[in-house]
């Protein structure tokens, strides 16, 4: 690599929206985030309370293979 042309990286903590601070590497100063993995739907296992069933897509598919759900 060329000396002098990468910009320094250096030790930031990065604030999320629900309190909790990450320590990463970057080269911007500061960084605030809305989720990450504390307070995500996907990390805490709740995917599936969370589903927004719009025109009743999730009802068809359920029971269009009900058959193959229950057995």
Do not use: W
Not at 16 to 42: I, M
């Amino acid at each position: 690599m060329k000396k002098g042309i990468h910009p320094e990286m250096k030790l930031i903590t990065v604030k999320c929206a629900c309190g909790a601070e990450h320590q990463l590497y970057s080269t911007e100063d500061n960084f605030r985030v809305d989720v990450c993995s504390h307070c995500h739907p996907f990390y805490l296992g709740e995917t599936s309370s969370q589903i927004i069933d719009t025109e009743g897509r999730v009802q068809k598919f359920k029971n269009k293979y009900a058959k193959f759900l229950n057995s």
